[in-house]
């Protein structure tokens, strides 16, 4: 639903504990292959009858992931 160089929002079908670790694989036409950002879960959101959102904080610990996702949000149109 959402990214960005902090996080992101998704839509899952069932949304992992807050404090989780998770990873999150991005797909993109501009990459070669999915870009993988391991993050951890800030905050969920379980709605009935529809699906769960979370929010996943990233850790950014290897720079080139980082340099990654600048340059992904940069070919995507991000601001």
Do not use: Y
Request: aromatic fraction near 6%; hydrophobic fraction near 45%.
């Amino acid at each position: 639903m959402n990214l960005g160089l902090g996080g992101a929002c998704v839509e899952v079908s069932e949304a992992p504990e807050v404090a989780s670790t998770v990873q999150l694989s991005v797909s993109s036409a501009t990459l070669w292959d999915p870009l993988v950002l391991n993050g951890e879960v800030a905050w969920n959101q379980k709605r009935p009858d529809e699906a769960a959102r979370m929010g996943i904080r990233f850790e950014h610990g290897a720079e080139p992931r980082l340099n990654a996702l600048v340059e992904l949000l940069g070919a995507e149109g991000f601001d």
